[in-house]
């Protein structure tokens, strides 16, 4: 186990060093930032100075690499446009995003994971072809739209809850349905397909065959043995949720790191957006490994095969 640990681990570094790297030369190539922060009757000596005083005026590789020392003493740099630290600008944005994933999260397996055991369950009913019909409802509608339609119906047609920005609990409902809705859908057709697996299995006919009901064989051997798939699903739509905030924090204006990321990106604000895309990486890899030790509670099987490994 100790040494399976280590080599995820390692696994980890190289990922986020390549996405360090790759963000780093990706962002030199959207232009020169210091034409954004110079006033528009600036002389090419105005605009010399301000390159040298940001460094951009060393070469590129030069510029990497202290990139890298920095990024070493977790310092991501300062803000070219508002000049302070990344790490407060990230810092004060973090909280938003936390809460809106974690209610997009709560709505994708709330709903998603019972809507999933119904359609494997009751298959063939009328409940199990209107749960579907939803599902598939949730999957092919965009964020934006879906997003935009409930402002639409709860805030302005029927004025229950805010159209945008922050305050109470009714302010992150919508936001939180919009983002969870893909996620709920795939949550489901994950959960119906691993226990319609299970239920194919030679020990659920020998149960069924000796008068076990469904709600016991459910919670006794289906939903562990089916659990596998729904937590690597888990770890992946997290990452999802977090990418996917970028689009449902815009439409409702939810001053979060999807919002800072839109507004960086279009100032080339470049350490804002590597800061961000960095711990989006570090939060990636996080959750890929906490799905790992996930795996071995869950089946001691491969917790076993993963010491030997």
Not at 51 to 75: K, S
Not at 139 to 146: A, E, L, V
Not at 230 to 250: D, W, Y
């Amino acid at each position: 186990m100790a040494a399976f640990l280590a080599r995820r681990f390692a696994q980890a570094l190289l990922t986020i060093f390549g996405v360090a790297t790759l963000i780093f030369f990706l962002q030199r190539l959207t232009g020169d930032p210091t034409y954004l922060l110079v006033p528009e009757t600036a002389t090419p000596a105005d605009i010399d100075a301000m390159r040298r005083t940001l460094g951009f005026d060393r070469p590129l590789i030069v510029q990497y690499v202290a990139f890298l020392a920095d990024l070493a003493r977790f310092d991501l740099g300062r803000s070219v446009i508002q000049n302070v630290p990344v790490t407060t600008i990230i810092a004060s944005r973090v909280p938003y995003t936390l809460a809106l994933a974690a209610g997009a999260f709560v709505v994708a397996c709330g709903v998603g994971i019972p809507v999933g055991v119904a359609l494997a369950l009751w298959r063939d009913s009328l409940a199990a072809r209107a749960l579907a019909g939803l599902v598939l409802a949730a999957q092919s509608m965009p964020t934006f739209w879906s997003g935009i339609l409930l402002i639409l119906v709860f805030a302005v047609t029927l004025g229950w809850l805010p159209p945008s920005s922050t305050g109470g609990f009714s302010h992150i409902v919508m936001p939180s349905i919009a983002l969870g809705l893909l996620s709920m859908a795939t949550f489901a057709r994950i959960t119906r397909t691993s226990l319609l697996d299970e239920l194919s299995r030679d020990y659920v006919r020998t149960a069924r065959a000796r008068g076990v009901g469904k709600g016991r064989l459910l919670a006794r051997h289906l939903a562990r043995n089916a659990a596998i798939p729904v937590i690597t699903v888990a770890a992946l739509e997290i990452s999802n949720l977090l990418a996917g905030a970028v689009i449902v924090e815009t439409v409702f204006a939810w001053p979060g790191l999807g919002q800072v990321t839109v507004q960086s990106i279009l100032a080339r604000d470049f350490l804002v957006v590597q800061g961000v895309v960095l711990l989006g990486a570090v939060v990636t890899v996080a959750l890929n490994l906490a799905a790992d030790l996930l795996y071995s509670a869950v089946d001691p099987r491969i917790r076993l095969e993963g010491g030997r490994a």
